[in-house]
T-cell receptor, first 114, second 111 residues
Framework: EAQVTQNPRYLITVTGKKLTVTCSQN?????MSWYRQDPGLGLRQIYY?????VTDKGDVPEGYKVSRKEKRNFPLILESPSPNQTSLYFC???WGTGVSTEAFFGQGTRLTVV | DAKTTQPTSMDCAEGRAANLPCNHS???????VYWYRQIHSQGPQYIIH???NNETNEMASLIITEDRKSSTLILPHATLRDTAVYYC????????????FGKGTTLSVSS
């Protein structure tokens, strides 16, 4: 089954404690991205990656890092989380080239930073 | 990407057709209309997309006006499980580009 898997689904952490949210896809997609969703602000792109070792900033990259060492994985790293990063996070993947541009989303990670 | 305008909310009776409108008056010639939905904080789900012809798949139909300034997503027989936020997005048909989500339409299907 084609899917994007995020872990963990829920996370409560304290300010300043480094954390990583993992994302893995099994569709051999080139393009992967991270979004955050906040009430009243909708979904906003944090970072994206066009392929292995190719990453770039989205609309709200501050406070986040990503890496793309393998095609299937695209972890989101918060080096020093702050309360304003409390949010619902989604990873997405799609083909980087070709006919289909449908994006597949993970089930989300609800992060609370206290 | 062109901006879209959708009603904030809509109601629909179970079993009836749900018609969700979207205005995109500044759409460019190379931009497609995409629809996604998000069910209760789950990850957004792709529904359908089109350029200028009407499109239909197993989930829905997409009707685009001749001038392409507006479109309608049709769920032919809405069920309770179709209760969700529906997003209309216009973007170029280029794989690997960001989706710009607006506020969407909250569709409530009731029995």
């Amino acid at each position: 089954e084609a899917q994007v898997t995020q872990n963990p689904r829920y996370l409560i952490t304290v300010t300043g404690k480094k954390l990583t949210v993992t994302c893995s896809q099994n569709m051999n997609h080139e393009y992967m991205s991270w979004y955050r969703q906040d009430p009243g602000l909708g979904l906003r792109q944090i970072y994206y990656s066009m392929n292995v070792e190719v990453t770039d900033k989205g609309d709200v990259p501050e406070g986040y890092k990503v890496s793309r060492k393998e095609k299937r994985n695209f972890p989101l790293i918060l080096e020093s989380p702050s309360p304003n990063q409390t949010s619902l996070y989604f990873c997405a993947s799609s083909w980087g080239t070709g006919v289909s541009t449908e994006a597949f989303f993970g089930q989300g990670t609800r992060l609370t930073v206290v | 990407d062109a901006k879209t305008t959708q009603p904030t909310s809509m109601d629909c009776a179970e079993g009836r057709a749900a018609n969700l409108p979207c205005n995109h008056s500044t759409i460019s010639g190379n931009e497609y209309v995409y629809w996604y939905r998000q069910i209760h904080s789950q990850g957004p789900q792709y529904i359908i997309h089109g350029l200028k012809n009407n499109e239909t798949n197993e989930m829905a139909s997409l009707i685009i006006t001749e001038d392409r300034k507006s479109s309608t997503l049709i769920l032919p027989h809405a069920t309770l499980r179709d209760t969700a936020v529906y997003y209309c997005i216009v973007r170029v048909f280029q794989a690997g580009t960001a989706l710009i989500f607006g506020k969407g339409t909250t569709l409530s299907v009731s029995s």
